[in-house]
């Protein structure tokens, strides 16, 4: 199996994968947080951090890419980094996409965003925890939420592949906090290159198609960006259509 190596290098908006990624072949998923991997001449297991069905990722025979991790009393030996699927990569980490916006922000890379110089990560809103709090002088205090996308039907992104009442909760909130006077945005990053819009995932979960169509009639700000995935790293690309 090959392993991928790279030289350490500064992006504005990338976010570096890790250096080591170890190509390995997709067996099973045991439980939604765990998958076997055939990988170094052997079995392996590996934590994937996406509690999503990946139905359409997850097959049998395909190659994943698998980052070694090494810590006292766990149970497996690498994360899932990226899953190739056809052309394209497509990053399996639901941690990163909050990393991608944060660093964009950081470096007036949306233009929805600039002027935010405050990012406040985990704001306790309620009985549930937000992304984001952003603040700048000037502007508008605005809560995000950050969602992570990996299903792609045609060239159409859809969220969720899973039903997610937590996913609908959250909604509910931002609408609250814009009701309130704050801005509010639900921000939908999709880690895969080959989206040209995003729509609810009506079929999946109704509910939230539902209700991201009532907030965002009460002024919750619904965007969708696309990403650039490599071995190297994951950058934000550009905003695509929404279509609610």
């Known amino acids: 199996m090959k392993k991928w190596g790279r030289e350490r290098g500064k992006s504005i908006m990338g976010v570096p994968l890790p250096e080591e990624l170890y190509a390995a072949t997709f067996l099973d998923r045991p439980n939604r947080f765990t998958v076997r991997a055939w990988c170094l001449g052997s079995v392996v297991q590996a934590f994937l951090a996406d509690p999503?069905?990946?139905?359409?990722?997850?097959?049998?025979?395909?190659?994943?890419?698998?980052?070694?991790?090494?810590?006292?009393g766990r149970k497996t030996e690498f994360d899932v980094v990226l899953v190739r699927h056809g052309e394209i990569l497509v990053a399996v980490d639901s941690r990163l996409p909050n990393k991608i916006f944060a660093q964009a922000v950081r470096a007036g890379e949306i233009s929805e965003f600039q002027g935010y110089s405050n990012i406040r990560p985990e704001v306790k809103v309620g009985p549930s925890r937000l992304d984001f709090l952003l603040a700048g002088e000037g502007r508008v205090p605005c809560y995000v939420e950050v969602k992570s996308v990996t299903l792609v039907v045609g060239k159409e992104a859809r969220f969720p592949d899973a039903p997610t009442t937590r996913g609908s909760r959250?909604?509910?909130?931002?609408?609250?906090?814009?009701?309130?006077?704050?801005?509010?945005?639900?921000?939908?990053?999709?880690?895969?290159?080959?989206?040209?819009?995003?729509?609810?995932?009506?079929?999946?979960?109704?509910?939230?198609?539902?209700?991201?169509?009532?907030?965002?009639?009460?002024?919750?700000?619904?965007?969708?960006?696309?990403?650039?995935?490599?071995?190297?790293?994951?950058?934000?690309?550009?905003?695509?259509?929404?279509?609610l």
């Open 52 to 72: 999503g069905r990946l139905a359409e990722l997850l097959q049998p025979g395909t190659q994943l890419y698998l980052a070694p991790r090494v810590a006292p």
């Open 170 to 243: 959250h909604l509910k909130e931002l609408a609250k906090l814009r009701v309130q006077g704050f801005r509010a945005a639900v921000v939908f990053l999709i880690q895969r290159q080959d989206a040209q819009q995003f729509a609810p995932n009506e079929e999946t979960d109704p509910l939230f198609a539902r209700t991201l169509r009532e907030v965002a009639g009460l002024g919750v700000e619904v965007l969708a960006y696309r990403c650039q995935v490599d071995i190297k790293e994951i950058r934000l690309s550009n905003r695509v259509e929404i279509n």
